[in-house]
């Protein structure tokens, strides 16, 4: 069980030349600038068909990291009246392949892929690695209560890799959410 919760906390776990991809889209004729207090969407639905994804402690962090970003940014959590918006989040993991080619070429000139003499046979070896990885997506939306309509969407994907503590874990996942959610509300231009 262990080693499931693991593999979706680990989804924005640092590798050496990893980052978060963050991609956002809003639509631009709502007015954000109403925005001040928020609720979170309940319809009862998962935020995944993944397992590793649909558990308390997954769920649990990213609204602890949601409420604390947007708390950090002044918004409000409603409470007894109705929200300004309303906040839903999925995640998903997929399979991904990279396939690295490397030509070696040799010729009696010395080494290099750029000159081959044609009068010389040589010899040519050609290396394919090909290695499976993991990338996890996490998408946060803002809807209009009123409309139940998206008005703007976040997400960040990220390669899964390593092992981590559960603190290291809650620590990568407030930095993705933070990321995330680092361009709401959209800038008025």
């Keep these: 069980m262990k080693k499931c919760i693991l593999a979706f906390l680990l989804l924005f776990i640092n590798t050496a030349c990893s980052t978060i991809s963050v991609d956002t889209d809003f639509n631009p004729i709502y007015d954000f600038t109403q925005l001040r207090t928020y609720s979170w969407v309940d319809n009862g639905k998962l935020p995944s068909t993944d397992t590793r994804i649909n558990n308390d402690l997954i769920v649990d962090r990213v609204r602890r990291a949601v409420e ?6 002044g918004f409000v959590k409603a409470s007894g009246q109705p929200a300004d918006f309303q906040v839903s989040w999925h995640g998903g993991i997929e399979k991904k392949l990279q396939v690295d080619t ?10 290099g892929a750029l000159y081959r003499d044609p009068f010389w046979a ?6 394919s690695t090909v290695r499976e990885y993991e990338v996890g997506t996490l998408i946060i939306d803002i809807l209009d209560p009123v409309k139940h309509k998206l008005i703007w969407r976040g997400s960040g994907s990220k390669m899964i ?7 290291k874990t809650t620590k990568k996942m407030n930095e993705a959410v ?12």
């Design 68 to 73: 604390s970003t947007l708390t950090a940014r």
């Design 102 to 111: 490397i030509d070696h070429f040799y010729s009696p000139y010395g080494y």
């Design 122 to 127: 040589g010899s040519s070896m050609r290396t």
């Design 161 to 167: 890799s390593g092992e981590s503590s559960p603190e």
């Design 178 to 189: 933070t990321a995330i959610l680092k361009d709401f509300p959209p800038a008025k231009k």
